[in-house]
């Protein structure tokens, strides 16, 4: 896999890069959010995954990231020493797939990146139930993966969409954690768990439905279907 590393600290990414390296992935290096955008050429998605360092030297890396996802759908995780929850949502709603907290396990950033990159739930989601989901006022539409509360549009990310439309499947049934995080991200690795509850308050946000979605302690969530 092809994966472009957005670090302006040389030698944490001369590290980085030999350890992803040994690990198979074709690392190529960009120093600042500039280096970066040139490197995500509009007519291909060249790179499987982009991982962004948020203290780049010329631009903030959320700008950067929101300038990456107007042109490319390739999967971008951040990387930052940022580790409250509001620098976390902010970024997912910007259209980042993934928030690693630095210091981090390199075993956790390679599970991170392997999560991210593999296919979305979309190709999975069972087409018996018919094209769209209604859930009072919100409407999800399967096949365009748009949202929209009360007729205005929710504009959600990959992971949100994903992770809304398995809860809106069985309204009232309570997903268990594992199985979320095995469905939406793709792996059982159990340090995921932090990114979904910081996409569950991200969704409770964006759709400005708090009560949707029901944390069940222990357990795991379960959509809670709007009282008309």
Same mark, same amino acid.
């Given at each position: 896999?092809?994966?472009?590393?957005?670090?302006?600290?040389?030698?944490?990414?001369?590290?980085?890069?030999?350890?992803?390296?040994?690990?198979?992935?074709?690392?190529?290096?960009?120093?600042?959010?500039?280096?970066?955008?040139?490197?995500?050429?509009?007519?291909?998605?060249?790179?499987?995954?982009?991982?962004?360092?948020?203290?780049?030297?010329?631009?903030?890396?959320?700008?950067?990231?929101?300038?990456?996802?107007?042109?490319? @759908?390739?999967?971008?995780?951040?990387?930052?020493?940022?580790?409250?929850?509001?620098?976390?949502?902010?970024?997912?709603?910007?259209? *980042?797939?993934?928030?690693?907290?630095?210091?981090?396990?390199?075993?956790?950033?390679?599970?991170?990146?392997?999560?991210?990159?593999?296919?979305?739930?979309?190709?999975?989601?069972?087409?018996?139930?018919?094209?769209?989901?209604?859930?009072?006022?919100?409407?999800?539409?399967?096949?365009?993966?748009?949202?929209?509360?009360?007729?205005?549009?929710?504009?959600?990310?990959?992971? #949100?969409?994903?992770?809304?439309?398995?809860?809106?499947?069985?309204?009232?049934?309570?997903?268990?954690? #594992?199985?979320?995080?095995? #469905?939406?991200?793709?792996?059982?690795?159990?340090?995921?768990?932090?990114?979904? =509850?910081?996409?569950? *308050?991200?969704?409770?946000?964006?759709?400005?439905?708090?009560?949707?979605?029901?944390?069940?302690?222990?357990? @795991?969530?379960?959509?809670? =279907?709007?009282?008309?």
């Amino acid at each position: 896999m092809r994966l472009l590393l957005v670090e302006d600290d040389n030698h944490v990414a001369a590290a980085l890069s030999a350890v992803l390296a040994r690990h198979g992935f074709d690392v190529t290096h960009a120093r600042n959010g500039e280096e970066a955008l040139r490197a995500l050429v509009p007519e291909a998605d060249r790179f499987g995954v982009v991982l962004l360092d948020l203290g780049l030297p010329d631009q903030d890396g959320y700008e950067v990231c929101g300038k990456i996802r107007k042109r490319t @759908g390739t999967p971008v995780i951040m990387v930052t020493a940022r580790a409250d929850v509001r620098s976390r949502i902010h970024g997912l709603n910007l259209g *980042a797939d993934d928030y690693v907290v630095k210091p981090y396990d390199t075993g956790e950033l390679l599970a991170r990146i392997h999560a991210v990159s593999r296919r979305t739930v979309q190709e999975d989601t069972p087409s018996s139930g018919g094209a769209e989901l209604r859930l009072g006022p919100v409407r999800i539409d399967l096949p365009t993966r748009q949202v929209s509360v009360n007729g205005a549009a929710v504009p959600l990310t990959r992971k #949100e969409f994903d992770l809304l439309a398995l809860l809106a499947q069985r309204p009232g049934v309570v997903f268990r954690r #594992e199985q979320i995080i095995s #469905e939406v991200w793709r792996t059982s690795w159990e340090g995921t768990g932090r990114t979904l =509850e910081v996409h569950v *308050a991200s969704l409770r946000s964006k759709l400005r439905m708090p009560a949707l979605i029901e944390t069940v302690r222990g357990v @795991g969530y379960r959509l809670v =279907e709007p009282v008309v």
